[in-house]
């Protein structure tokens, strides 16, 4: 499967912004799909997943509470809905996909990952 990230941009503090991952191929909906983000100098880092329908749903502490994702199948495509968001935000964002049912963190259990967009976020 191919994924292709869009969105993103710059924003204020405190602003809102939105990113999209749209899937090729017809078994989008056999895959768990994740969204990490990796800042300059930092490791890539977990921030969420959802399962298959998006009856499971995991986010990472950092972003709990003002991150949220959701899904599309008949679209193919994935969300990250960004919300009061904070300069430490500020990183390249990137989509990933697992086959199967597990909802996983780690970036080495993801197959396939996205090309990455950019969120910046000024103070």
């Known amino acids: 499967v191919q994924l292709q990230a869009s969105g993103g941009g710059s924003v204020q503090a405190g602003g809102s912004l939105s990113v999209s991952c749209t899937a090729s191929?017809?078994?989008?909906?056999?895959?768990?799909m994740g969204w990490f983000r990796q800042a300059p100098g930092k490791e890539r880092e977990f921030l969420g997943a959802?399962?298959?329908?998006?009856?499971?749903?995991y986010y990472a502490d950092s972003v709990k509470g003002r991150f949220s994702i959701s899904r599309d199948n008949a679209k193919n495509t994935v969300y990250l809905q960004m919300n009061s968001l904070k300069p430490e935000d500020t990183a390249v964002y990137y989509c990933?996909?697992?086959?199967?049912?597990?909802?996983?963190?780690?970036?080495?259990?993801?197959?396939?990952w996205g090309q990455g967009t950019q969120v910046t976020v000024s103070s």
């Open positions: 990933a996909a697992r086959r199967g049912e597990r909802v996983l963190t780690s970036t080495f259990q993801y197959e396939y």
């Open positions: 191929g017809r078994t989008f909906s056999a895959y768990v």
């Open positions: 959802i399962n298959w329908d998006g009856g499971k749903l």
